[in-house]
């Protein structure tokens, strides 16, 4: 059982950060049209994982793990949101093939090199508010709800 306010806020900090998050993500994706490239679709398994442990944290003990693990998975999605946008910012070259430049190398036609390059790019941020992406945006919140629900584990609740 929960002992602590602070291990009760850390729970729903762990169930509602991913849960906002990836609603956000479907929204922007089928009200907007803003497509996941590969690079997105990498920061939304962690999400998903995360409310696997989030609801465990509800229903099952050792509740203070699963707030662990959920944290620490959306802390996972946040570090991938910040090598993400890292490739959009340019700041890096990406690893996938999304992140590619339009080029015909030796024996290979330009018409081969078009229909070879990919629809969603992970180089491109296809939205940004403020100069931040959506890849940056899921960094700064995943990063800051999963240290916070961490933090607030480690906190002793005293009694007055």
Known sequence: MLDSPHSRLARWIVLLAPAFLLGGAYVSQYAFGLFPCEMCWWQRW???VA???AVLAFIAPPQRLWIAFA???????GLIGGFHAGVEYDWWEGITGCASTLSASEGVSAMDAILDTPLIRCDQAPWTLLGVSLAGYNFIISMASGVCALALLTR???TP
């Open 51 to 53: 409310l696997g442990f």
């Open 71 to 77: 944290a620490l998975a959306i802390i996972a999605s």
């Open 156 to 158: 002793k609740w005293k």
């Open 46 to 48: 962690p999400h998903f």
